[in-house]
């Protein structure tokens, strides 16, 4: 399986609402099944609500019943407030212990291979130091049946707050997501699925965690040659002598003026080129929709470029295509032929299209934040005087293009966002908690 | 068994089916992909010894190596016409690549290996080719209409020039007919003797002694030698025929020549000689095209156009020819059909009729990674692919917002009654009568973008599009769009019978209009959808590859799909479609796929019924919601949980069912699955505190 949930369906996985004492029957139903199957698990662990269900997993939220018996480094939470609560206050925590320690638990169905519950439990295990990072903080199995047990992160759902984010709230939300990206990016790791459900931020906080790793694997999984690892000479070389250039050459024409409209066979015998297309609709790198065979840590920036689009225009989610041709398209629509063209070929693909809407030199990304936003731009916006970008807005409109760079070599790494103005200024100029975020880092 | 193929090629170096000598091909009948031709032809080529490339001259139009060699000649020939001093380096330069190419043509593929160096002597050849091509003035004799256009446009990209009519300007003439020979044009070095008209003429009288007198009875048949000038063909006949046919031909061309026959166009070829014009035979000119655009010769051997039909029935159990057979195929799409053999040709090959997009690999060697076919809309904002749209704050700009339109339109109209009577006299000036609900319409957003006073939100977003319809103009149409009636009065009519309310009850149900609606349908039914056509089968396995461990792509989706459904209320996630189904939905949708009828029809529906979704949304969430509730009982009862498990390699029409069965018992019960798993669990164990 390589689909991850669509951003749409998932607010069970960003599942923020305390009400957890309006449970459905169903729901109730569903976790009696699971206590019974798994043996032992109501010892430690009281279900209290389902909280969201992901491609391979129901996740709960639980009372960690033995809470006090462990060490419980992960505890990100009790650690802050121990540290800034004054004595007295810490005596009034401990008169609130009742207050029940919560813990997520993923339930991995019962149908995932063994292989594949490996890779993500010791993807996470590798990446138990990472800030930023959901820890692991155990996991069992009783025959077929294995689950892991992860903090209870208390965060917003995105979709609550993602119209009224302002630029500062946007440092905060990429330094802490880049800070996530750069620690699985330093292990090797593409996560493959990075979109709002799967990390959960709390904007009072300005921290978030990455979680779910199902889809993550280690850079050069199962990757072979791609054109885009030839250097740029060779890659060009390559190109030009390929069939289509010459094709092209023959007919005297360039790709922008060819009017050839292009037949298939109706029967194909040829191998279908396979690649990794692991991730979530609107979220796929163009190197996935081109199905390039040696994917980078750099599909997970462009992932986390389509989360600043989305906050910039105010529109969630910004793409959202049925399957992968529509999402190239989408980003046809953005970009334009010509560098969907150059992009395309970096991994030997020819890309065509007849598609009026698809314009030879695209959108530029000032503009259609101004346009989503329902702001003037262009001549219209000198006409009436109207205000373009805020300096802010086109700082971080300069962010998100470097994460939109089509050429993933060229792309922003996780450590070079972190370097980026755009997230270096966040915390500058503003007041009270937020300054210690400058401070403490 | 390409060996066995070869050998009779190997006798003939001008092979017959030579996919460049395009009007020949016409009469003939092709036997075998020309593919093997084209490797063949140079397997077929006597070793391209230095002495003979230096001693130049041989038959026009001989092999690819000679082709080559000519071509080389070609230029010296040029510089001494233009005057122009060669460097002595430069001149070894393309000695140097003649050579190669030639040494190349003989090792055909063994030549790959051949250095970068022989490479960067070959591109130098091009560069000089390419930098004296301008001056080349063509004139194309005796060739077909459509294969004159297409060299025309060739050389024009070089910057050379085409002459409709014979004259003094020409310097080269390419032919298809048997071209009269060259007198000694060269010396042995291949830089004294001129090509000038007064040398040529001299030579010349030479010429007729070595005709063999034998061969003079043949004068007695002019017919005979006419078929052989106009049958091309015969260039390729063996190495005896052809040279008495060459001799043939001279004995003719002298023949005219005494008679004086200037009407004869044999004339022109040996005008063109005295002239001191290049002649070249068109599969010449082809080769010599094509080496020009090529980067690798000697990667590319072959850029020729083949029959489709060889290409495409090939063996592919030849995983070798695969990768040839894939680019001849590509070729031939780009270049159309090389041969008669339209009719097998088309049908085996489907061409783009709407809007397409079309991504594919550079190469041709593994099926294209995307195809679709739109249907051409009438107005571009009517089409089917992602685009651009009007929406109202915080919605997904690619799906149409039915309720932020029907807003727009509400207050279009405002706009219309205010405004448009104020306006109407002056506009009626300028533009006379305003009939049409979309030029009124916009009309109104000129009327309102002269009064920036009026704007809210709303009206902002418009005419912000507006101001954008010199980039993007669809977008101009888009706002006329509400005003267009016929799409939302029959959406009415589907809705109630159409819909059913489970899905709708999402908060987000309106951002997804498509596939939300279509998940309902089959998915209810409990059944994996059935009617999944080849190319979404296709995709199916492309995508699962690379996921660990084998499985079917929708099988999971379908599953979680079908657990939501039932379960109803778990909100949001009900948007979860098997992917599978939607290309299917997209498919019928985009239209001309092969997506079953039901599935089609379901997709129209589906259009249709996002139109006005919206206002009802609120109701329909309350509906649903106490649907939901009544329906429970029943639900739990059939909640069949269909998927695959990775495990036991197969699918299930029943998860619960399914984990409990013998064999998955037996998997989850046998230690050794879960060794490794176990080792890493081992280290997850969760540290007690120590005790204080």
């Known amino acids: ?441 | 068994m390409m060996t066995s193929r070869r050998v009779p090629l190997a006798n003939v170096p001008n092979a017959t089916n030579s996919p460049r000598r395009a009007v020949p091909a016409l009469n003939t009948k092709r036997h075998r992909s020309n593919a093997a031709d084209q490797r063949e032809s140079h397997y077929g080529q006597p070793p391209p010894a230095k002495k003979q490339i230096i001693e130049g001259e041989g038959l026009e139009g001989r092999g690819t190596a000679h082709g080559f060699r000519k071509v080389a000649e070609q230029k010296s020939h040029h510089q001494n016409n233009e005057n122009a001093p060669q460097s002595v380096g430069a001149r070894k330069t393309l000695l140097m690549a003649k050579e190669i190419i030639a040494s190349q043509q003989k090792s055909g593929e063994k030549s790959q290996k051949s250095s970068l160096e022989n490479l960067d002597t070959i591109r130098q050849w091009q560069k000089y080719y390419r930098r004296v091509f301008p001056s080349f003035v063509f004139y194309f004799e005796s060739i077909p209409d459509e294969i004159r256009q297409k060299a025309s446009r060739q050389t024009a990209s070089f910057g050379a020039k085409e002459e409709q009519f014979f004259s003094k300007d020409v310097t080269h003439v390419v032919t298809t007919r048997t071209i009269p020979p060259e007198s000694h044009l060269t010396s042995p070095d291949g830089e004294g003797k001129t090509s000038s008209s007064s040398e040529n003429a001299r030579s010349k009288p030479s010429q007729p002694k070595t005709i063999n007198p034998s061969l003079l009875d043949r004068l007695d048949q002019p017919s005979d030698i006419k078929s052989h000038l106009h049958q091309p063909k015969s260039l390729s006949k063996p190495e005896g025929q052809s040279n008495r046919l060459f001799k043939t031909t001279l004995q003719s061309i002298q023949d005219s020549d005494t008679k004086k026959l200037q009407g004869n166009t044999n004339g022109i070829l040996h005008k063109a000689r005295e002239m001191g014009m290049k002649i070249w035979s068109l599969e010449k000119f082809h080769r010599i095209m094509m080496t020009m655009f090529e980067s690798d010769m000697s990667e590319q051997p072959a850029n020729a156009r083949v029959p489709r039909n060889s290409a495409l029935t090939a063996d592919t159990s030849k995983s070798t020819k695969a990768a040839d057979l894939s680019r001849l195929l590509k070729n031939e799409k780009l270049n159309g059909p090389a041969d008669l053999d339209r009719a097998t040709a088309t049908s085996d090959m489907v061409q783009f009729t709407g809007c397409y997009i079309y991504v594919h690999d550079m190469d041709e060697q593994t099926r294209p990674v995307m195809a679709r076919d739109y249907k051409k809309p009438a107005n571009r904002e009517d089409g089917k692919w992602p685009q651009f749209r009007l929406t109202g704050p915080g919605r997904c700009p690619f799906v149409e917002d039915t309720a932020h339109l029907k807003k727009l339109q509400m207050q279009d109209k405002k706009l219309q009654d205010i405004k448009f009577q104020e306006q109407r006299a002056a506009l009626a000036k300028s533009k006379g009568e305003v009939p049409l609900h979309r030029t009124r319409a916009a009309t109104a957003i000129e009327a309102a973008r002269a009064q920036p006073a009026a704007e809210t939100q709303e009206k902002r977003a418009l005419t912000e599009i507006d101001s954008n319809v010199s980039s993007r103009p669809s977008t101009a149409t888009t706002t006329s769009k509400p005003l267009e009636p016929p799409k939302l009065i029959p959406a009415k009519r589907t809705n109630s019978e159409v819909a059913p309310p489970i899905l709708f009850g999402s908060a987000q149900a309106s951002l997804r209009s498509l596939p939300r609606f279509a998940g309902g349908e089959p998915v209810a039914s409990g059944v994996q959808p059935s009617n999944v056509t080849s190319a979404i089968r296709s995709q199916m396995i492309s995508s699962t590859a690379a996921a660990p461990g084998a499985m079917t792509n929708s099988s999971r989706e379908v599953h979680k799909l079908q657990r939501k459904v039932l379960e109803r209320n778990s909100g949001p996630s009900a948007n979860s479609m098997p992917s599978s189904y939607m290309n299917d939905v997209r498919a019928a949708i985009n239209a001309d796929m092969p997506a079953t009828r039901a599935a089609a029809r379901k997709a129209k529906e589906t259009i249709t019924r996002v139109h006005e979704d919206d206002a009802d949304e609120e109701n329909e969430r309350r509906q649903t919601k106490q649907g939901g509730k009544k329906k429970k009982d029943q639900a739990a009862e059939k909640d069949l949980k269909p998927g695959y498990c990775e495990n036991c390699r197969e699918k299930f029409e029943d998860f619960d069912q399914h984990v409990v069965s013998r064999k998955h018992r037996k998997f989850a019960l046998t230690l050794d699955n879960w060794k490794e798993l176990d080792a890493l669990l081992e280290k997850l164990v969760r540290p007690r505190k120590a005790v204080v």
């Open chain 1, 1 to 441: 399986m390589d689909e991850s949930k669509d951003p749409l369906e998932e607010s069970g996985g960003t599942h923020s609402d305390e009400s957890d004492d309006e449970i459905d029957d169903y729901v109730i139903e569903d976790m009696q099944k699971f206590q019974d199957s798994f043996k032992g698990i109501t010892r430690r662990y009281r279900l209290i609500n389902r909280i969201g269900e992901g491609t391979f997993s129901t996740v709960y939220k639980a009372e960690d019943l033995h809470y006090d018996a462990y060490q419980n480094d992960w505890d990100v939470e009790a650690k802050e407030n121990a540290k800034w609560s004054s004595p007295s206050s810490r005596r009034r925590m401990f008169a609130h212990r009742q207050k029940p320690h919560c813990v997520a638990i993923k339930k991995i169905y019962a149908t995932s291979s063994p292989g594949r519950i490996l890779n993500e439990l010791e993807l996470l295990h590798d990446l138990r130091d990472s800030t930023s990072v959901c820890p692991l903080i155990t996991a069992f199995r009783h025959q077929d049946q294995v689950i892991a047990v992860l903090p209870y992160f208390q965060h917003r759902d995105f979709r609550e707050y993602f119209r009224d984010f302002t630029i500062s709230d946007m440092r905060h939300y990429f330094h802490s997501l880049f800070t996530a990206l750069k620690a699985v990016h330093d292990h090797n790791i593409l996560h493959r699925d990075i979109k709002p459900t799967n990390f959960l931020y709390s904007p009072t906080h300005a921290r978030g965690v990455l979680v779910d790793f199902g889809l993550a694997e280690r850079q050069g999984t199962d990757a072979h040659f791609c054109t885009c690892q030839l250097d740029p000479r060779d890659r060009q070389y390559a190109v030009q002598s390929s069939a289509y250039s010459n094709s092209l050459v023959d007919r005297g024409v360039t790709p922008a003026t060819d009017t050839l409209v292009p037949a298939v066979p109706r029967s194909d015998a040829r191998a279908t080129r396979r690649a990794n297309r692991a991730g979530t609709r609107g979220f796929r790198a163009p190197e996935v929709l081109l199905k390039c065979t040696a994917q980078t840590t750099a599909i997970d920036v462009w992932s986390a470029g389509v989360i600043l689009l989305t906050l910039l225009t105010r529109r969630f989610p910004f793409f959202h295509s049925a399957d992968d041709i529509d999402a190239l398209i989408e980003l046809a629509t953005i970009f334009g032929k010509r560098r969907m063209r150059e992009a395309a070929l970096l991994h030997g693909q020819v890309f065509e299209t007849s598609i009026p809407t698809v314009t030879e030199g695209g959108h530029g990304f000032q503009k259609l934040v101004l346009w989503c936003l329902g702001r003037p731009s262009g001549s219209e916006r000198v006409a009436k005087g109207g205000a373009g970008l805020s300096k802010e807005e086109l700082e971080a409109v300069t962010f998100m293009q470097e994460c939109f760079e089509l050429n993933p070599e060229k792309r922003i790494t996780a450590d070079q966002a972190l370097a980026h103005p755009f997230i270096m200024k966040r915390g500058v100029g503003e007041e009270g908690e937020d300054e210690m975020d400058v401070v403490t880092t």
